[in-house]
């Protein structure tokens, strides 16, 4: 599976920014999707995840109420709704892609295979 990322840019705070992830390859029907983020020194960061079957969501408590994840199976594409950014939000972005997740393994990068070449957001105050 080959993912792009695409959509970022720069925004100020309190816009709103949607960032949109394209498979080819394969279809992504049956993946788990996960966008995660990294800003400069820090750590890489979950964001958002839709489970393959069902597409139940999970988002951790830094982004919950603002950040939606969404899939159009029919487009093979991801999407991450983020309204309300903040500063801290600015990260470069990445999508990824995984067979078989199970719901507690979905915010753990280490458990994802497919991985696409990020997208910069940089949120201004």
């Known amino acids: 599976v080959q993912l792009q990322a695409s959509g970022g840019g720069l925004v100020q705070a309190g816009g709103s920014l949607r960032l949109s992830c394209a498979a080819s390859?394969?279809?992504?029907?049956?993946?788990?999707m996960g966008w995660f983020r990294q800003a400069p020194g820090k750590e890489r960061e979950f964001v958002a995840a839709?489970?393959?079957?069902?597409?139940?969501?999970y988002y951790p408590d830094s982004v919950k109420g603002r950040f939606t994840i969404s899939r159009d199976n029919a487009k093979n594409t991801v999407y991450l709704q983020m309204n309300s950014l903040k500063p801290e939000d600015t990260a470069v972005y990445y999508c990824?892609?995984?067979?078989?997740?199970?719901?507690?393994?979905?915010?753990?990068?280490?458990?994802?295979?497919?991985w696409g070449q990020g997208t910069q957001v940089t949120v201004s105050s």
């Open positions: 990824a892609a995984a067979q078989g997740l199970i719901y507690s393994d979905l915010p753990r990068g280490s458990r994802y295979l497919y």
């Open positions: 390859g394969r279809t992504l029907s049956g993946y788990s």
């Open positions: 839709i489970r393959a079957s069902g597409g139940s969501t």
